[in-house]
């Protein structure tokens, strides 16, 4: 399969690229590229529909001073270890709006569901060796629901509720280290700073 790539970039010209393999939702493709010079290169790479990632917040109240935010401790078979993350998921429904793909997320992975929603920001995940983009939003006003996981990596993931002030402090000593949460409590922080 050969698809299509778009007009020059910075001087480099993209070939259609050619899909190598394809499994589950991702694609492994093979494209040849022109540099400003006219040097020819090859690059492989994954192409991916995106994900989604949730910042789910328990402002203070009245049995808390602060906001927590509601992260999961699950394995990651790429890393073989624990990671502690926002909530997220691939876009992997045609069609579906990424505030859809996260809200239904937050529901299937912690059994929440939020009355506010504002959209933090989008990033590239890995643009060395993927198309992936992860978009990330906020979720406020959170009520519990009841919900079903998937997969072996749900079924055994903890749920963790974490001031923001902890989760913040995690980012800076290295205990979160994935991206998309990375981003998304320093874009929250911020938020919530600046108004």
Avoid at 13 to 18: D, I, K, L, R
Avoid at 66 to 80: K, N, T
Avoid at 91 to 102: N, Q, S
Avoid at 114 to 142: K, M, N, Q, Y
């Amino acid at each position: 399969m050969s698809e299509r790539r778009s007009d020059p970039v910075g001087g480099f010209v993209s070939a259609p690229v050619v899909t190598v393999h394809s499994w589950a939702m991702w694609s492994l493709v093979r494209g040849e590229f022109t540099d400003p010079d006219g040097e020819t290169f090859v690059r492989s790479f994954v192409t991916s529909p995106g994900a989604v990632g949730v910042v789910a917040l328990s402002e203070s109240n009245s049995e808390t001073s602060q906001p927590h935010v509601v992260l999961v401790r699950q394995y990651r078979p790429a890393l073989h270890r624990l990671t502690l993350e926002l909530p997220a998921g691939m876009r992997d429904r045609d069609g579906e709006a990424p505030l859809v793909t996260a809200q239904r997320e937050l529901r299937e992975e912690v059994g929440l569901e939020a009355a506010r929603w504002t959209r933090l920001g989008r990033h590239v995940s890995a643009p060395g060796i993927s198309d992936s983009r992860v978009e990330i939003f906020l979720a406020r006003d959170l009520r519990r629901v009841d919900y079903d996981r998937h997969g072996p990596e749900e079924r055994h993931m903890t749920i963790e509720r974490i001031p923001l002030d902890e989760a913040l402090a995690m980012v800076v000593d290295g205990r979160i280290d994935d991206a998309k949460t990375v981003i998304g409590l320093l874009s929250t922080e911020r938020l919530l700073r600046t108004g």
